[in-house]
Each structure stands twice: as structure tokens, then as C-alpha cells.
């Protein structure tokens, strides 16, 4: 997908009332999606927001970032996430904390970013934050300059890669001694995306495929 082609889409998509849940479900185990998703926001959560950068790749393909989390005894350590974290007094809003935080983890100044919407909130139980997935795109090429305490790695990944329904797998997986079966997750860059993450991106793949479907 090039990349004039994903801002168009997703201008038009965002505009749409959002697939939220169901899209979310969609990247949980069955067995356990639904109990997953009543769990109710605890009173003191904390907020958080992530940014879904595109940006024009190699032959105007359309990229997104993701980051490899360094291993450490925290609960996300080791994961592959979207750029983001944690409101601070300081940000306006929440678009204002993804902005903040892409620009501390890899290096992408706010200024040249334009904001097309937000996603879905999500709730993550076991770090008890809720998330606003924010949806922004640079037009220029893309330096990426990672802070090495927050990240191992720059993962450039294409939007066609997230499209491509033979990277959508499923697999047992252990985490801080919990076994999760079957448990869907993006295979981007031979790195295992699930969680809340994959939640995020899967609403994002919904809104994509929907205006696809449309036009």
C-alpha cells in the first residue's frame, strides 16, 4: 500500500465510528477474550498514549514504527510496542503525551507530525493504564534516534505487512510464568506482537479494511 493511498483511507476511515471491541477481541485468545474485555477500568488508572506514525518508505510504501522493548524485570520488558507511555502534567492531552514520548524514544520531533485522529481506548489490565492509540503521519523521510534505556530497537514496518493476513498467527506463549494458548499475534519482523498491542493494531488493520471494502 502506498503511502498517499493510507492517508486517504485512513482520513476517510477515521471519520467512521470505530470497530473498537470487536476488533480488539480479534487479537485475544477465544477462550478467554470476553472475561478479558469485561474487566472494568480500575478508578485510579492511569493514562497513557501511543502513536501510529505512517511515513513513505522505500518506493512510497507506507510505514509505521514500532519499538523493541530492552529485556527488564518490568511487566512490559521484552515486548515490541507502539511509541508512547504515560500523561504527564506538562502535556496538553494525551495526543500531546504520544507526541512527547515518540519524540523521547526515537527521536521524531513533534512539529512535523500531523495528527489524523485517535483509535479506541484500551484498558491494560496489568499495568492498570488506559491507552489512547493516536494516528498521525510525516510526510518526509524518517531518522529515527532511539533513546537506548527505552529501546533496543526501530522496527520500520509496512502498512501491507499489517494487511497481509498470513502474518496473523497464533501461538502458546509465556509470560512472567503465566501460559497464554493460542494466542493471536502480528508476526512483523520475525517478532512475536500481541497484547494490547496487537489489540491496538488490530482495530487499525479493521479500520483499513473496512474503507478498502467501501471504495
Known amino acids: 500500500m502506498d503511502f498517499s493511498q493510507a492517508i486517504s ?3 476517510e476511515g477515521l471519520k467512521r465510528p470505530l470497530p473498537g471491541r470487536q476488533a480488539h477481541i480479534k487479537a485475544l ?14 478508578p485510579d488508572a492511569r493514562l497513557g498514549g501511543v502513536l501510529i ?8 510504501q507506507a510505514m509505521f514504527p514500532l519499538i523493541q522493548r530492552p529485556e527488564y524485570p518490568g511487566i512490559h520488558g521484552g515486548q515490541v510496542s507502539l511509541p508512547g507511555g504515560k500523561f504527564e502534567k506538562g502535556d496538553i492531552d494525551l495526543i500531546g503525551t504520544a507526541l512527547r514520548e515518540t519524540n523521547e524514544e526515537i527521536g521524531i520531533a513533534p512539529e512535523g507530525i500531523r495528527i489524523l485522529g485517535t483509535m479506541s481506548d484500551i484498558y491494560i489490565p496489568p499495568s492498570n493504564f488506559r491507552v489512547t492509540p493516536v494516528v498521525g503521519y510525516t510526510e518526509g523521510p524518517l531518522s529515527f534516534v532511539r ?3 527505552e529501546v533496543d530497537e526501530v522496527l520500520e514496518v ?9 502474518l496473523h498467527k497464533s501461538a502458546d506463549i509465556r509470560v512472567r510464568g503465566v501460559h497464554l494458548p493460542d494466542t493471536p499475534y502480528f508476526d512483523f519482523h ?11 493494531l488490530s482495530e487499525l488493520y479493521h479500520v483499513i479494511q473496512e474503507a478498502l471494502s467501501d471504495s
Open 147 to 149: 533513546d537506548p534505556r
Open 53 to 60: 506514525l505512517l511515513f513513505p518508505g522505500e518506493s512510497n
Open 9 to 11: 483511507i485512513l482520513t
Open 158 to 166: 509496512p502498512v501491507s505487512h499489517l494487511m497481509d493476513r498470513t
Open 190 to 200: 520475525e517478532r512475536v506482537v500481541w497484547g494490547a498491542t496487537a489489540m491496538i
Open 29 to 42: 485468545p477465544a477462550d478467554r477474550a470476553d472475561q478479558r474485555l469485561r474487566i472494568r477500568e480500575a
